[in-house]
């Protein structure tokens, strides 16, 4: 039995995280698994919440009734959220969003883990880690998903090793999004990493 954490951080989202903790779910429903490698699966669903001032915490709370993997992590320092899942994640493997996203690039991230890949990430949306890996870059760690990938990528890269990256269907305007998430790292404000809103 392998066992997926996926870890969702939260901030001022009270408009899609209902929607963002159920396309976690559906997930599952699209993985493929290799044979011989991984036979079966289960997960949880860690939310945590970056000190919401809006009903952020109050969604979850009517979601706990109705799904039963999700656990809330509460008080999270800004920016601090992948830090803290370091420590409570269960997880052999650690799948990473940060709003809704189309379940099939989640179970393509983790399907390419489970086959092998040291990690796979559609940018800006979705990074998958086996729990070693997550656990070394990410214990320390302060930012947000796209500031995690490109910490992935760089590491993996110095190695001789592949961050495997799919590309998000809005290419363009998904690059556009994510220089300018990236680039908050690279200025120290790696804990306004968030995702950005379509207008």
Request: glycine residues 10%; contains cysteine.
């Amino acid at each position: 039995m392998t066992v997926v954490s996926v870890i969702v951080p939260l901030r001022d989202q009270e408009r899609e995280v209902a929607t963002t903790i159920r396309t976690a779910t559906q997930i599952f429903e699209h993985v493929t698994l290799p044979q011989g490698r991984v036979t079966e699966i289960t997960f949880e669903i860690l939310a945590l919440d970056e000190r919401s001032g809006d009903n952020t915490l109050s969604v979850l709370s009517v979601l706990h009734g109705r799904i039963a993997e999700l656990c809330t992590v509460q008080d999270v320092d800004p920016g601090a959220s992948l830090h803290r899942a370091s420590k409570v994640a269960r997880g052999q493997t650690w799948l990473i969003q940060d709003k809704p996203i189309a379940p099939m690039d989640g179970a393509w991230a983790l399907t390419r883990v489970f086959g092998g890949a040291r990690a796979a990430a559609v940018p800006g949306e979705v990074l998958v880690v086996p729990r070693p890996l997550g656990q070394r870059l990410l214990r320390d760690f302060r930012g947000g998903l796209v500031s995690a990938q490109n910490l992935v990528g760089r590491f993996l890269h110095k190695r001789g090793e592949e961050l495997v990256m799919r590309d998000h269907p809005q290419a363009r305007l998904a690059r556009a999004r994510l220089l300018l998430r990236g680039g908050l790292g690279r200025l120290g404000l790696s804990r306004f990493d968030r995702p950005t809103r379509d207008r």
